[in-house]
């Protein structure tokens, strides 16, 4: 694997590195910041000047009016546009639309990709994954899927409720997964506004960072033609598996800006705030504190790569997703709790962003797969492995 990075990708980092620093971070304070995340009117905004800065939608096709990033060149885009806690939105790269618009690449008809993606691609409008259910329906677990799509006619009539569906409020479309009648797993698309579909609330969450937070979604009687089926009728679980391998990734480059960021401002702090005579640096434990996080930081980032650079060459890469999702998110977590401690009463306040990266991040080992059951999916594939050697 070679590290470099190509002159044009330096570019690119160091053009969205400043156009974060510049144009965003003035944005975190502001009051449209809600507590489920930057309303509609911001994140126009903001993807507004990421359009004019010619960064939008970045992992996107050339063809639809992206740069057709690779996961490599993601990679380092991605954790620059995670710095701020407003990037990944102000990019179009922010959970779920960023893998709703890879999924809807590999696998959507061109009518759908011209009805849904196109003005996706360009901003204009977002979308939801409605696959989360309350119990006993599916969560971890995705074969105790609940909801149900039975053919009547030319249509599907879906039924069930869905929750934890980030970004439902003010979504122009959803990609829902239905259990069929022979018990497989079917993907449909459809439009938010149609009859049968009811938000029934948002729920309250510690993170604030996903435009429309995260909603609890009903689904009564929703009637579905056969051209909104995505995919393959029965081939949703396979799906499902196109999105979720690089969408852990992505969330570990996301996650990764902002455990720097958090890092950069309690590094900043401790060298400058005097306690006993010389700076918080030079004291030991504080300093012991700064190195783990640089330790941590430089881990997540070689598991991000390492696994960028598989699905590069095209390899599937799960298990190495796996890995990196569990590594990554419980060392970002290391880093951003331990600048909470650094920066003392500074941490657990609103004086910095910090205090906020915590409260997002935390839920970052709970999102697409608890590092619980990556573990134990990890475990399972090295006995195999074991078995066959």
Known sequence: MDFSLSP?????????????ADEIIPFERDPRVTSHGPNEDLRRE??????KAGLLTPHASKELGGLGLNHIAKAVVFEEAGYST??????????????????????????????????????????????????????SDPSMLSTTAVKHGSDYVLNGTKWFITGADGASYAIIMARMEDGSATMFLTDMD???????????????CFTGGHGVLRFENLRIPQEDVLGEIGKGFRYAQIRL?????????????QA???HDIAL??????????KPLAEHEGVGFMLADNDMDLQTARLHIWHTAWLLDRGEKGNYESSRAK??????????????VQVLGGQGVTTETIVMRIFMDMRAFRIYDGPSEVHRWSMARKLVEQSHRK
């Open 46 to 51: 903001l993807v507004s000047l990421a359009k």
């Open 86 to 139: 407003l990037g990944p939105t102000a990019l179009n790269i922010h959970a779920p639309d960023e893998g709703n618009i890879h999924l809807m690449e590999e696998v959507a008809t061109p009518a759908q990709k011209e009805r849904w993606l196109r003005p996706q691609v360009e901003g204009q409008i977002r979308s939801c994954f409605a696959m989360t259910e309350p119990s006993p329906g599916a969560g």
């Open 245 to 257: 391998a690089p969408a852990r990734l992505t969330h570990c480059m996301r996650w990764l800006g």
């Open 260 to 262: 720097r960021r958090a």
């Open 194 to 208: 149609k009859p049968g579909i009811h938000l029934e609330r948002n729920m309250d969450a510690m993170d604030a």
């Open 268 to 277: 900043a702090y401790a060298a400058q705030r005097q306690a006993f005579g």
């Open 326 to 339: 569990v590594v990554c998110s419980e060392a970002s977590w290391r880093v951003v709790d331990r600048a």
């Open 8 to 20: 044009e990708l330096v570019e690119l980092r160091e053009r969205t590195r400043s156009f974060i």
